[in-house]
Nanobody, 126 residues
Framework: VQLQASGGGSVQAGGSLRLSCAAS????????VCWFRQAPGKEREGIACRMTSARSPYYADPVTGRFTISLDTAKNTMFLQMNSLKPEDTAVYYC????????????????????WGRGTLVTVSS
């Protein structure tokens, strides 16, 4: 299984970026897929999850209303659209997937997930 994240970069506050995560070896539409981030000097935090058993995605408070997680099943690729970026969004972003389903986002955030992509750095300047 491989998850390949891309799309990070530098942007000014208020700008947008879209992160991509292409998967091989696992079908993302049959998995829970989440995005995590780790800011300098801070612990990793889960920010968005799309669970197969949920009607709608879950978003952590810091990103609600600004970030959107989505999935292109034909390309087996997940995305994180990030709008209205703030300096505090600066972090290394990771995509992750898990074949276990039927759990809520907190389960994956606390337990971690089976498959991880390499991080992609997002830097937001003020």
């Amino acid at each position: 299984v491989q998850l390949q994240a891309s799309g990070g970069g530098s942007v000014q506050a208020g700008g947008s970026l879209r992160l991509s995560c292409a998967a091989s070896g696992v079908k993302l539409d049959y998995s829970a897929v989440c995005w995590f981030r780790q800011a300098p000097g801070k612990e990793r935090e889960g920010i968005a999850c799309r669970m197969t058993s949920a009607r709608s995605p879950y978003y952590a408070d810091p990103v609600t209303g600004r970030f959107t997680i989505s999935l292109d099943t034909a390309k087996n690729t997940m995305f994180l659209q990030m709008n209205s970026l703030k300096p505090e969004d600066t972090a290394v972003y990771y995509c992750a997937a898990d074949r276990a389903y039927g759990y809520n986002a907190d389960y994956y955030f606390q337990r971690g997930m089976d498959y991880w992509g390499r991080g992609t750095l997002v830097t937001v300047s003020s």
